[in-house]
């Protein structure tokens, strides 16, 4: 098959489209710098925390609507194993994600001025544990971007025939330049038009889709084996546990990154970050209709009716490729360059994202809070856009490696909720928690994870809980083994705390020597007595920031990452 003209010429617009928009944003955001004389790292980060009701619901929706959710969801409900119930547990998960962070964590995490997630270790554990969590932060977000680059860079090779390496290098490059240029400012703002671009371009391809004659009535395939597995999964008893698992999974681990508390740090209130959260949750929603249907319709296709041929995408081992297939195959070739804009808008509206989260961490909790405290205003902009940079090519590079989307999300995933999630719970909402227990609890996580195994990653179960069962000479867990029992996220948070209370009474009663008190668990003070020494309301905070705001650039009030 020759390139494709036209859709090249089509993404040519798509991209210049977005561009042009990050662009334009980059200008608005130095404008409104010189308006409220902000420094330019909070600028950059949390557009000075003046980010609209509108424009964050915009840009807190399009957090996770990226290329891996819908290229992997669509995935999801054509394997017969995940299906629609796979699916829709995902989808109400993530959703609940926006609501929790909006009414749990915003109003903690805001009361104490924060700029990123791990400010609040940084007071309460010191600069070296923090910086510590800011490298898995970091891995979390790289695993991130090659979940959303590899959506495109399918869909690109299946229906444009250009190589995938191309279209992959191409839209990180895009995504690159315009957060270098205009940070929060311009992510935000290209989110608008990356988010209408989705809706308008999945929507245009589903009636195609479903009306063409190979495919079958969507409805009869739900439970039916007919030319496929049933595509709505598989709901049986056993798997209760699992799908509780799993929608704990994705709505709490979802609090694990730090692009979700950047939107709600930059909203201008906090009020406005709550509605934002509300209205995000249900918005997310809606764009998850398309891509099941689309997945619905793919195991509903009579494959061999198409040019496509037999066997079937997933008989092959290209299930992961599934959505690129729909398009191409089941749509005519105008309306599928339509859908191939839409993806890669919804690349570039989640790569973005995961650049300027790693950025944030790695600047302020890494390079200013650890390697240069006396860092420079002008210097920390310097090392967001460097850290911008090295995030993408190292993320992007990590397609190479070609595994199914699905992988990179659930390991990213994995991560977020094992490792980081428990351990922003603590510091937030436990007094007793200290850097001992955090780095117990890390340990306890992630090595009762390794243990409990995981397919999809590759890793046989050597503890056998309840329910584990011998498949096809495979050992598979149906406890929930991210989550509950003696194993994982709730065990982490369980070692935290008693390692916690164990080290602050034995240094506090002087059972071991005060010099061997590593994170000062004696000297520590709880969130509440810093906040009520910082201000606990809204107002005194904005009238501090207008006050830091007129200092000099050596003070960088700002960019303390003392919450």
């Not at 609507?65 to 796979?86: C, D, H, N």
């Not at 399918?154 to 279209?167: R, S, T, Y």
């Not at 957060?179 to 195609?208: E, H, M, R």
């Not at 979700?260 to 709550?274: D, F, G, M, V, W």
Request: net charge neutral; charged share 10%.
């Amino acid at each position: 098959m020759a390139v494709n003209i036209p859709g090249v010429i089509a993404m040519v617009f798509f991209y210049l489209l977005v561009l042009g928009t990050g662009i334009w944003a980059s200008f608005k955001s130095k404008r409104e710098q010189k308006k409220s004389a902000a420094t330019g790292m909070d600028m950059a980060l949390l557009g000075n925390r003046r980010i609209s009701l509108v424009v964050g619901i915009f840009t807190m929706t399009a957090t996770w609507v990226g290329g891996g959710f819908i290229v992997g969801t669509a995935e999801m409900v054509y394997t017969p194993s995940m299906g629609l119930t796979l699916a829709l547990v995902m989808t109400t998960a993530y959703s609940s994600s926006f609501i929790i962070a909006g009414f749990i964590f915003c109003k903690p995490m805001r009361d104490r001025r924060c700029v990123t997630m791990l400010d609040p270790f940084n007071m309460k554990y010191g600069k070296a544990l923090t910086a510590g969590l800011g490298l898995v932060s970091l891995f979390v977000d790289v695993i991130w971007i090659p979940t959303t680059l590899l959506g495109l860079g399918g869909i690109m090779n299946v229906v444009l025939d250009l190589p995938i390496a191309v279209c992959v290098w191409i839209s990180a490059a895009v995504a690159i330049v315009y957060t270098l240029l205009g940070g929060l400012y311009s992510v935000a703002y290209t989110d608008i038009i990356q988010l209408v671009l989705i809706f308008v371009g999945l929507w245009v391809n589903v009636p195609f889709v479903l009306m063409n004659p190979s495919t079958l009535d969507i409805g009869q395939t739900l439970v039916n084996n007919t030319l496929h597995a049933p595509w709505i999964g598989t709901p049986e008893l056993k798997m209760t546990w699992r799908i509780i698992d799993d929608f704990l999974f994705f709505a709490l681990g979802s609090l694990g990154y730090q692009c979700i508390h950047q939107r709600t740090l930059s909203a201008s209130s906090t009020a406005t970050a709550k509605l934002t959260c509300l209205v995000a949750g249900f918005t997310f929603c809606l764009f998850a209709i398309p891509p099941i249907l689309l997945g619905a319709a793919a195991a509903s296709t009579d494959w061999n009716l198409t040019t496509y041929g037999s066997p079937s995408p997933y008989e092959r081992g290209e299930a992961a490729l599934v959505l690129p297939f729909v398009l191409q195959y089941l749509t005519p070739s105008y309306i599928s360059i339509i859908g191939i804009g839409c993806v890669a808008a919804a690349v570039m509206s989640s790569a973005d994202s995961a650049l300027l989260s790693a950025a944030s961490v790695f600047s302020v909790n890494i390079y200013k809070g650890l390697l240069r405290p006396q860092a420079s205003d002008r210097e920390l902009q310097w090392v967001i856009r460097a850290a911008v940079v090295v995030v993408g090519l190292v993320g992007t590079s990590l397609t190479s490696m070609k595994n199914s989307i699905i992988l990179f999300w659930f390991l990213g995933g994995e991560v977020a909720y094992i490792l980081v999630f428990p351990q922003l719970v603590c510091v937030l909402f436990f007094n007793i928690s200290n850097g001992y227990g955090a780095v117990m609890g890390f340990l306890v996580g992630l090595v009762l994870r390794l243990l409990s195994g995981d397919l999809s990653l590759g890793l046989a179960p050597v503890l056998h809980f309840p329910g584990c069962t011998l498949e096809n000479g495979v050992y598979v867990q149906y406890a929930p083994v991210k989550t509950l029992g003696p194993i994982s996220m709730l065990s982490a948070i369980a070692a935290i705390l008693v390692f916690s209370y164990l080290a602050s009474v034995l240094f506090n009663k002087g059972r071991i020597p005060e010099k061997w008190d590593v994170f000062k668990v004696k000297a520590q003070h709880s969130p509440q007595q810093l906040s009520a020494i910082t201000g606990a309301t809204e107002q005194n905070e904005k009238t501090k920031l207008n006050t830091n705001n007129s200092m000099t650039e050596a003070s960088e009030p700002m960019l303390s990452t003392s919450c």
